[in-house]
Nanobody
């Protein structure tokens, strides 16, 4: 079992930055690839970024490439999402997700592959 708690959301002006954090606890947290998804009102949950279990591989959704960076601090069992050059269309609830994988598993952008989810943190970007 893995428990996830997000933090760091808030209100920011377009062009600004925010850093989201996701703290993981639980027996199998060290065996998980971690990802961020987001969901705006009336829209489906969208893939944002993923980082491998070991932290060496990452992938990003097309809409955030070059602006967002995912990273993880294994000692602190925390995953971060650094969001720069924010746009109003980035407004959404951001969710941290985790899936237990083997070390060589490919990265997944499919939300159905993720077993564990946080409660979400709201990000609002004003124009």
């Amino acid at each position: 079992q893995v428990q996830l708690v997000e933090s760091g959301g808030g209100l920011v002006q377009a062009g600004g930055s925010l850093r989201l954090s996701c703290a993981a606890t639980g027996r199998t947290k060290d065996r998980c690839a971690m990802a961020w998804f987001r969901q705006a009102p009336g829209k489906e949950r969208e893939f944002v970024a993923v980082i491998s279990r070991g932290g060496g591989n990452t992938a990003y959704g097309d809409s955030v490439k070059g602006r967002f960076t995912i990273s993880r601090d294994k000692d602190k069992n925390t995953v971060f999402l650094q969001m720069n050059s924010l746009k109003p269309e980035d407004t959404a609830t951001y969710y941290c997700a985790a899936r237990e994988t083997i070390l060589t598993a490919p990265l997944s952008e499919d939300r159905s592959d993720y077993r564990y989810w946080g409660q979400g943190t709201q990000v609002t970007v004003s124009s």
